[in-house]
């Protein structure tokens, strides 16, 4: 049986709760809601600017998901969970320029559900998780 390992990089901000940064079992890699966290400060940043909240989230599950031995196109799907419905249409422009940047045409993007909730933290526009599957 192969064993799940938890996954840690100092790249991306520590969990705040009981639960790790990201999960591998075999091939398969998930990676925890990530927001607009800064790794070295623990900082919530960019409070009011939806598309800077959305790079530095997908830059946090992107820190993730290397540390877990994945590439950007290794992932399956992400799921977004944005705050405000009026907030979609400029998270949508950073997040496709993410993944022309990281996968460009070396694989299909992966799908993607998005989300409007109420977030964990007022602070928070966006929340990003992601799973992989690792070749």
């Keep these: ?23 591998r079992k075999g091939p398969l890699l998930t990676v925890s809601g990530q927001g607009p ?11 009011g600017d939806v598309k800077a909240q959305t790079r530095r989230t997908l830059d946090n599950v992107a820190a993730i998901v290397e540390a877990g031995g994945a590439d950007f196109a290794d992932v399956m799907t992400l799921r977004v969970y944005l705050k405000d419905r009026a907030d979609f249409a400029a998270m949508n422009e950073v997040y496709e320029a993410f993944l ?21 933290r007022a602070e928070m526009l966006v929340e990003i998780d992601a799973l992989a599957c690792v070749d």
């Design 37 to 47: 966290v800064d790794p070295a400060t623990g900082e919530y940043l960019f409070p």
């Design 1 to 23: 049986m192969t064993e799940k390992i938890a996954i840690h990089t100092d790249a991306a901000p520590a969990p705040a709760h009981a639960f790790p940064q990201g999960v």
């Design 100 to 120: 022309e940047e990281k996968i460009g045409d070396r694989a299909p993007f992966p799908t993607r559900t998005t989300v409007i909730c109420t977030l964990p």
